[in-house]
């Protein structure tokens, strides 16, 4: 069964800092990969997706991430972060063998932005 | 141009009781896509639906719960008899097509007292 793994539930850095969030994923398929922020009580943003391509993509808001399939990582980082990057950040897979993007979701990494 | 809009955003019920849930999706997205978020965990994935149809359900409970996209407004995701463990945020999302990014509505926070 696919899965995605985010390591660490809380991740603090100061304003400025570089931010990495960690993100794994278990597939037999090549997956399409996904990061999603949300914002306290609102709905997910896609932040970017990788499907085929160049492996290294940019998002929204500076941030990018790289796939790397031989470590099935998807990591998201950005060079220095903002107090307005605190929020709750999602990564997902979906494989197209079910016919449409049929999600899976990590259980989600929060970022803390501190001044 | 409105986004995915998802009434209400915060519903309250006691045991026993029912619960409706609606999502309008992105104009033009014949798509739709239900996903529940139970307290510190991620979003998993309930039933997705086309118009009048539903494509694939495998993340439906078996009993209590109900998805329907009508031709014309907005498709309803309907608990019947809600328990405690029903508490949970249901996020709806719309794509335009089946292999195209999902857009997710702000959610509906359910309480179950």
């Known amino acids: 069964a696919q899965s995605v793994t985010q390591l660490g539930s809380h991740v603090s850095v100061s304003e400025g800092a570089l931010v990495l969030l960690r993100c794994n994923y278990s597939?037999?398929?090549?997956?399409?990969l996904f990061w999603y922020v949300q914002y306290p009580n609102q709905g997910l943003q896609l932040l970017l997706k990788?499907?085929?391509?160049?492996?290294l993509v940019k998002g929204i808001n500076g941030f990018e991430a790289e796939f790397k399939k031989s470590e099935t990582s998807f990591h998201l980082t950005k060079p220095s972060a903002h107090m307005s990057d605190a929020a709750e950040y999602f990564c997902?897979?979906?494989?197209?063998?079910?016919?449409?993007?049929?999600?899976?979701f990590g259980t989600g990494t929060r970022l803390l932005v501190s001044p | 141009n409105a986004g995915v809009m998802q009434n209400p955003r915060h519903l309250v019920r006691r045991r026993g009781q029912e619960a409706r849930l609606r999502c309008s999706p992105v104009?033009?997205?014949?798509?739709v896509y239900w996903y529940r978020q139970l307290p510190e965990e991620g979003l998993k994935f309930m039933v997705y639906?086309?118009?009048?149809?539903?494509?694939?359900e495998s993340g439906m409970p078996k009993e209590r719960f109900s998805a329907e996209f009508p031709k014309e407004g907005p498709s309803i995701l309907r608990i019947q008899q809600v328990v405690r463990g029903d508490s949970a945020a249901y996020f709806c999302?719309?794509?335009?097509?089946?292999?195209?990014?999902?857009?997710f509505g702000p959610g509906t926070r359910l309480l179950v007292l």
């Open positions: 597939s037999s398929v090549p997956p399409y």
């Open positions: 990788y499907t085929t391509g160049a492996t």
């Open positions: 999302a719309s794509s335009p097509a089946s292999t195209e990014t999902q857009y």
């Open positions: 104009k033009g997205h014949s798509h």
């Open positions: 997902a897979v979906s494989f197209m063998n079910t016919g449409f993007q049929k999600l899976v």
């Open positions: 639906l086309q118009k009048e149809n539903i494509i694939d």
